[in-house]
Each structure stands twice: as C-alpha cells, then as structure tokens.
C-alpha cells in the first residue's frame, strides 16, 4: 500500500483527478541511501589509506627491529672481544708487577740490591 502511495506521488496521479503534479515530498536524491551511495567510494579509498598507513608503520617497525636486532648482537661481540682482551691485559700487568720480574728488569737496567748498611727504613 505505501508503495503504491509513492508511486502515485511519483507519476502525479492523485485521487482527487486533478492534473496537477504533485512534487514528491521527499527527494530521491535525499534519501539516506543515495548519500550512503553516494560517500561510499569515498569511505572505501579513506579504509584503504588507513590499512595503507597501518601496514607501512608495520613494516617500518619490523625494520627497525630487525636492525635494533643486528646492533644488539654486533655490540655482543664487541663486549666479548673487549672482556677477552681485559682479560690479557690483567694477566700481562700481574705479571709484570710480580718481585720476580721486577728484579729481572732491574739487573737489565745495572740496578743492584743495596748492602745492609745502606738500606734506611723510614717509619709510616
């Protein structure tokens, strides 16, 4: 029945007979569909630079793991190589602060130990 009210709307056939088109009240561009219809592409290419946006910030932080990942593990490496290398070095200073080796680099140099009579102790 609505349906063949609008029609009637439509045509401009009224009951009454008159000759008179009637406008119809509600424009067909106005109804809520037609703008639906018609911002839908506009909804489509607005969701698709949004998944766009999110899938480029996406990879952007993959990449920058991934590099974060590398400069963890060359930095590693780089704190194994300097632990090794504090490692020789102790042992070559303990080594050269030992009696034994002093004294050889002393006699090297003409240094002798002193006589008895010469040593002083100096109280602390």
Sequence with gaps: MRAQKWKKLETGSASSGGS????????????????LFGLLP?????????LLLVGLFNVWTRM???QLGYEISNLETKNKE???RLR???LELSSLESPVELEKRATKKGLKLPSVGRIIHVPE
């Design 82 to 84: 300097l632990k090794g």
């Design 64 to 66: 920058a793991l991934v």
């Design 88 to 90: 020789e070095l102790s």
């Design 42 to 50: 506009y909804c489509v290419v607005m969701a698709l630079v949004v």
């Design 20 to 35: 008179e088109t009637k406008q119809n009240p509600v424009s067909q561009e106005d109804t809520p569909y037609s703008r």
